[in-house]
């Protein structure tokens, strides 16, 4: 059979999403990082735990960093358009960067410009762009804008844990992705974590503002690049054992479009099956017809 799409699976529990008021310490933290991004992890003194959220019953708030010039197509728009359908719950979605012509006024936004050619330093500027705004509640979901959800999910399937396995060298060799890679596996055993996991599989995760903003300042996430939730997961649950993703047929969770000319039966299989699909540049092309059956129709977040 040819390996036309990877599947990927979930794992344990992490801190409930929170959407009440914001609290000013994370917004101080988000400040901070930014005078402090030079600062070390102690060896023997890991990072603070995250804190747990005390409510469920206000909206969930769902980050999607963009970035316009990157985009391949309209994966936001059918990203958006697939939350709408699939969460059980209301929801909210702000995006942290640029800002698409079709978004209408419920589609909350974060103005942000480029920092880095550095794609994971980036990043870490866009989540302390969320950190420091009052639009992101103090636990949020943190996904991307190639990432859609197929069926009705729960809180839990976003909270669990969903590793690739031990973090490895991965990405093209003496790649930016593999060195940072490197850099946060050299960090994580600096912590005494001898065989973190690698938790960076495209999927959507939950994150919380005063633990995140901690993570980017003890790493110096905003100025070298590191797999920033790898860094932060490996930190705060350090004894919880993944669900290891599958790259292949027995997965139920993720499909990763990778090819522009995947099997269209293992494609549809997928599609009928998995909880999310995400896609990289080249899976696009096949991709983007099967969104455009699976979600037609224009959703409140659209002018």
Known sequence: MKKETKIQESGTDLPKVETSPKKKTSQKAAAATADAADAKPEADEPPAPAKEATSEADPICIVIPYLAAKAKGDELRYAVRAWEKSIPNDIRIVIVGDKPAWAGKE?????????????????????????????????????NDDIYTLCPVQLADIMTLKSHGLLANRGKANGVYQENAKRTLEALRKLGITAPYDYATHTPVVMEKESLAKIIEDFGCDKEGHLVYTLYANSFFRDHRPIITQNDGRGSIIASVYRPNPDTRILDKVLATRKWVNNNDAGWTALEPKLKELFPDKCRFEK
């Open 107 to 143: 589609l909350l936004h974060i103005a942000h410009k480029p920092v880095s050619n550095n794609p994971q330093v980036d990043v870490a500027h866009k989540m302390m762009a969320a950190i420091a705004s009052d639009l992101v509640s103090d636990v949020f979901v943190w996904t």
